[in-house]
């Protein structure tokens, strides 16, 4: 069984920074990529950004310029830095990865969500 758990949501202000934490766990061989999800309020969850295990990544127009993914593989853990947060940055996020695990099989893995609230 393979585990993540994000950490690093809060209540900021517009203009204001705050990192998110994604550490995977358990049964693990290797993760491929690693990303963060967000999901609005009546919206449907979109990708803020991805990284590859060799660290090439990709991120949503939106958030491109404001917003920083990295990772340490050596500890499994996906950061998200996340800058000049607008009132439109508020939902829950959530923490993503492609992971080989012990009985060899590839599967894709969900944190449990962390709240992002940005205020006006």
């Known amino acids: 069984q393979v585990q993540l758990v994000e950490s690093g949501g809060g209540l900021v202000q517009a203009g204001g920074s705050l990192r998110l934490s994604c550490a995977a766990s358990?049964?693990?061989?290797?993760?491929?990529?690693m990303g963060w999800y967000r999901q609005a309020p009546g919206k449907q969850r979109e990708l803020v950004a991805s990284i590859t295990s060799d660290r090439s990544t990709n991120y949503a127009d939106s958030v491109k310029g404001r917003f920083t993914i990295s990772r340490d593989n050596a500890k499994n853990t996906v950061y998200l830095q996340m800058n000049s947060l607008k009132p439109e940055d508020t939902a829950v996020y959530y923490c993503?990865?492609?992971?080989?695990?012990?009985?060899?099989?590839?599967?894709?893995?969900w944190g449990q969500g962390t709240q992002v609230t940005v205020s006006s």
């Open positions: 358990g049964s693990i061989i290797t993760i491929a990529t």
């Open positions: 993503n990865a492609d992971a080989l695990n012990y009985v060899r099989r590839w599967d894709n893995y």
